[in-house]
């Protein structure tokens, strides 16, 4: 017997295409994920790469870190390549070439339609091993050399980077004042951060008046950088590393192999952890009109550079409830990922690029694969599920005359039938895009497309049967009638 889905129809807030960000760091000896992804050989970006990141469609791009933004000096990537300066990778390891830069985080948005985010060196974030490194050097930077920045790729007569071959300006309207400062205990304080973020939003804005800037305001800092510099921000950002908060949890290394229901039950609770700390963000900021802006988030497994619970698809499924989750705080969450986006080794990546180049592409992982299902499905205005039955976690959309639905089954064995309802609206015809796999399947570079969406029609458009352990988006066209909520 089928239970019921109803959906009201009236939209409750406007829902950000920000929510599906992808962050881009090079992590040099960790994981070989900007570098590898340009290829040296023809100086551009690897097409398996651009052809994965456009079945990703990513609405934005976060670069050039994470903590690398920490002591990276931009004009160092600028200009002819023979001349760029390398530079160490202070916290990742080895050297990094600097290949690839301004120009070429511009290009690789532009070919596959994301917004480009620019996170800048804000002081080495208050930490000297960072600033003065002991090789010799001054990594840190500051207002100055980001205002520089914002002019270089936004003023429409700059002389540099008309010289250096882009004659138009590149409008990156988004910037990013310090990452992570707030867990650099080596590093600023809260008011030190607070007071040099108002300095450099001011000069950055004197620049180009028309950037959107973020602030960082985690761990207890939200309420005194918006006292101090909160006027001249417009989101703030925190980041969420989280496992599944249950004690004994097997998300780690490989021991997930040993009991898939256990295993199961871990990944299905972890999104309580991005509902808490999403709570703790809302009271931080409650009051004002700020945004959040969640940069950076993923799971948090030791094992990470090697753990393949996350290749699997039963964290497809748990990563689509968390996006659920985004959606459902969509009023005051307008930036967030689920990813590291790409590299060769992480499994907290969106997209992994095999090496040595050739003979493999890059393929999306299973958080790749329910971020671009969910990105290419979804409305424009949050809508109220009033009724879901249980076992089916579901959050609904709508543009114009399309309601979408995005529906994770969280059961393991059981599949759910239900009938759909939108209020006082008759249901014209409907649209299915269906992942469905055995939870401990996985994802890798034999079987890329092993978690590749199907289409199905819908005969009956007020009817379906979500299968066990599945996400699915469906678009329903409705006509809306004169009838209320309650009938």
């Avoid at 973020?214 to 989280?242: C, K, N, P, T």
């Amino acid at each position: 017997m089928s239970e019921f889905v109803r959906v009201n129809p009236q939209p409750k807030f406007r829902l950000s295409p920000y929510l599906f960000m992808q962050f881009m760091e090079p992590l040099g000896t960790t994981d070989g994920s900007v570098e590898a992804g340009w290829d040296f050989g023809c100086d551009g970006w690897r097409e398996d790469l651009i052809e994965a990141t456009r079945e990703l469609a990513p609405s934005l791009i976060r670069w050039p870190g994470g903590i690398l933004s920490s002591y990276y000096r931009w004009k160092e990537g600028v200009g002819p390549r023979k001349r760029r300066v390398p530079m160490h990778n202070l916290l990742w390891g080895g050297i990094e070439t600097n290949q690839v830069g301004t120009h070429e985080f511009i290009d690789f948005c532009r070919q596959v339609g994301a917004e480009p985010l620019i996170a800048i060196n804000f002081e080495a974030d208050g930490k000297p091993a960072w600033s003065h490194p002991a090789r010799g050097g001054v990594r840190g930077a500051g207002p100055n050399e980001a205002a520089e920045w914002v002019s270089y790729c936004n003023h429409p007569d700059n002389i540099r980077r008309a010289g250096n071959g882009a004659p138009d300006p590149f409008n990156v309207r988004l910037w990013q004042i310090g990452n992570e400062t707030s867990y650099n205990k080596d590093g600023f304080d809260c008011e030190k951060a607070a007071r040099r973020t108002l300095a450099f939003a001011r000069v950055m804005r004197e620049a180009d008046p028309k950037i959107r800037l973020i602030g960082w305001g985690d761990s207890g800092w939200a309420e005194r950088m918006l006292e101090v510099a909160g006027h001249e921000l417009q989101y703030l950002a925190f980041h969420h590393h989280f496992n599944s908060g249950l004690e004994d949890s097997p998300l780690q290394w490989n021991d997930f192999r040993t009991d898939p229901a256990e295993t199961w039950r871990h990944l299905m609770n972890a999104y309580h952890s991005t509902e808490a700390r999403l709570q703790e963000m809302r009271q931080a900021v409650a009051g004002s009109i700020i945004a959040l802006a969640l940069t950076e988030s993923h799971f948090g497994l030791r094992g990470r550079n090697r753990c393949d619970v996350l290749a699997t698809w039963a964290a497809g499924v748990a990563y689509a409830r968390i996006l659920n989750v985004h959606a459902r705080n969509g009023d005051i969450l307008k930036i967030a990922t689920l990813a590291d986006f790409c590299g060769t080794r992480w499994m907290t990546n969106a997209i992994i690029i095999p090496t040595p180049q050739g003979g493999y592409k890059a393929y999306l992982m299973p958080v790749g694969s329910v971020m671009a299902l969910y990105r290419r499905h979804s409305g424009e205005a949050a809508l109220e599920v009033v009724e879901t039955p249980p076992g089916l976690d579901i959050t609904a959309s709508r543009r114009e005359d399309v309601v979408y639905l995005h529906v994770v089954n969280t059961s393991q064995t059981q599949s759910v039938p239900v009938e759909l309802q939108v209020a006082g609206c008759r249901l014209v015809a409907g649209c299915v895009y269906e992942i469905a796999a055995d939870p401990m399947s996985e994802v890798d570079q034999g079987s890329p497309d092993v978690f590749k969406p199907v289409m199905r029609s819908m005969s009956v458009p007020t009817q379906w049967v979500f299968p066990a352990a599945s996400v699915t988006a469906i678009e329903l066209h409705i006509a809306e009638e004169d009838h209320d909520l309650g009938s």
